[in-house]
């Protein structure tokens, strides 16, 4: 008996030590949104847009460069490879991870290798905004 109520205290103390804040992030924290760097962008808004499994951003007005690729999350944690596909183990473009913070994605220094023209600073964020991207370039051409 004295074993059974010590299994039983024991398992309801790691009940209350289970992540209360509800699920663990998921693809569709960032699907179909757009979020904006907090800071001034290469001549205007820094931008990235995630649309069916792909992402886009666009370093501002003075860039030429549109980057592209796929992503993944794990945890909380949000890696876009731009270039190759995310299921590489070595990437063409850049590296770029976040931390997903509820509307706000936290840049990560480590395993991150910093965007084209940007170099933006561990614990820079991009803020979700109701703005969609006009540039968008679906897959199939539509």
């Known amino acids: 008996m004295k074993k059974d109520i010590a299994i039983l205290i024991a398992a309801l103390t790691l009940a209350g030590c289970r992540n209360t804040r509800g699920a663990e992030p998921n693809e569709n924290a960032v699907e179909g949104k ?3 760097y907090e800071k001034e962008g290469f001549g205007g808004n820094f931008t990235i847009s995630f649309m069916d499994g792909e992402f886009w951003y666009y370093e501002g007005m003075f860039s030429s460069y549109i980057g592209h ?3 993944k999350i794990d945890g909380n944690v949000l890696t876009m490879v731009d270039g190759d596909d995310i299921n590489m183990d070595r990437s063409g473009g850049f590296t770029n ?3 997903i913070d509820g509307k706000r994605l936290v840049w990560q220094e480590n395993g ?3 965007f084209l023209y940007m ?3 561990d614990g820079d ?3 979700e905004t109701e703005r969609k991207q006009e540039w968008y370039i679906p897959r199939n051409g539509e």
Do not use: A
Request: include cysteine; charge should be positive.
């Open 112 to 114: 991150s290798t910093n």
């Open 69 to 71: 690729g796929r992503f």
């Open 97 to 99: 991870r976040f931390s």
């Open 125 to 127: 964020c991009f803020l």
């Open 119 to 121: 170099k933006i600073s």
């Open 34 to 36: 757009t979020f904006v």
